[in-house]
C-alpha cells in the first residue's frame, strides 16, 4: 500500500528537458561548440553543479572562459523560454496528482532543480497545491545519484519506506531511490530505458496516466 509519493520534477511532470536541450543547442551552434541531444542526454539528473563541472570537463578545449560564456548564456535563453513560452505538464500529472490528494496520500518533490526554479515551474502549472513539501538542490549537500535528497523526502513523511514510492525518469533519480531503499516507478522521458535503468525500477509506465491507473487498481 502507497501511503506517500515521491516525485521528480524536470521530465517526470514537467516537458522541461526539451526546453533545457534546445536553450543549450541554440547557443552551442552559436558558439561552435560541438553539442548534440546525446550529449545533453548524458547529464540528465545532474545537479546545476555538477552539469557545469562536467561540461568545464567534456569541453576544456575551448578554453575555460568560452564553456562559462556558453553556460551563462544558456541559462539566460533558458529562462527567457520559461518565461515566455509554456511549459507543458506531462501526460497523466494532473490526473495522478488529484487521485493522490482524494485519497489523502501525500506528494512531495524531490528535484535536482534550485528552489526558485522548482517553485517558480509548480506556480506556472499551478500545482503547488499539490504537494506538501518541495526538497531542491538548496535542501542537500549531495546531489543524486546520492540518495541524500530522497532520504530527506523519506524522513519528512515518515511512512515505512517500502510503503513509499518514488516516480523517476533518469538513472541518476533511479540511482538515488534504490541507495534510500525507496520503491522507484520509472516514467522515461527523452531518454529511451536502457536494461540498467529497467533492472533498477520496481515498474516500468509510459506516463503518469498509466501510474494512477495502477496505484488505483492496487
Known amino acids: 500500500m502507497v501511503q506517500g509519493v515521491i516525485f521528480d520534477l524536470d521530465g517526470l511532470l514537467l516537458e522541461t528537458e526539451m526546453i533545457y536541450y534546445q536553450a543549450n543547442q541554440q547557443?552551442?551552434?552559436?558558439?561552435?561548440?560541438?553539442?548534440?541531444?546525446?550529449?545533453?542526454?548524458?547529464?540528465?539528473?545532474?545537479?546545476?553543479?555538477?552539469?557545469?563541472?562536467?561540461?568545464?570537463?567534456?569541453?576544456?578545449?575551448?578554453?575555460?572562459?568560452?564553456?562559462?560564456?556558453?553556460?551563462?548564456?544558456?541559462?539566460?535563453?533558458?529562462?527567457?523560454?520559461?518565461?515566455?513560452?509554456?511549459?507543458?505538464?506531462?501526460?497523466?500529472?494532473?490526473?495522478?496528482?488529484?487521485?493522490?490528494?482524494?485519497q489523502k496520500i501525500p506528494a512531495v518533490v524531490a528535484s535536482s532543480n534550485t528552489k526558485k526554479a522548482v517553485h517558480a515551474l509548480l506556480e506556472k502549472n499551478q500545482l503547488n497545491s499539490y504537494f506538501v513539501?518541495?526538497?531542491?538542490?538548496?535542501?542537500?549537500?549531495?546531489?543524486?545519484?546520492?540518495?541524500?535528497?530522497?532520504?530527506?523526502?523519506?524522513?519528512?513523511?515518515?511512512?515505512?519506506?517500502?510503503?513509499?514510492?518514488m516516480l523517476e525518469d533518469s538513472l541518476n533519480g533511479i540511482k538515488a531511490a534504490n541507495g534510500a531503499n525507496v520503491p522507484v516507478f520509472l516514467v522515461p522521458d527523452l531518454l529511451t530505458p536502457t536494461e540498467e535503468m529497467i533492472q533498477r525500477s520496481t515498474k516500468v509506465f509510459n506516463n503518469l496516466l498509466e501510474v494512477k491507473d495502477f496505484l488505483a487498481a492496487h
Open 27 to 102: 547557443i552551442a551552434d552559436k558558439m561552435g561548440i560541438p553539442f548534440s541531444k546525446e550529449v545533453y542526454l548524458r547529464y540528465l539528473g545532474l545537479s546545476d553543479e555538477e552539469l557545469w563541472k562536467k561540461l568545464h570537463e567534456d569541453f576544456s578545449e575551448f578554453g575555460k572562459e568560452n564553456v562559462q560564456l556558453f553556460i551563462d548564456e544558456s541559462y539566460k535563453l533558458t529562462k527567457h523560454l520559461f518565461a515566455t513560452k509554456p511549459v507543458p505538464v506531462k501526460k497523466g500529472a494532473y490526473e495522478l496528482l488529484s487521485w493522490l490528494k482524494g
Open 133 to 165: 513539501k518541495i526538497f531542491s538542490a538548496d535542501d542537500v549537500s549531495l546531489a543524486k545519484p546520492h540518495p541524500e535528497i530522497v532520504e530527506k523526502a523519506a524522513h519528512f513523511l515518515a511512512f515505512p519506506k517500502e510503503n513509499l514510492l
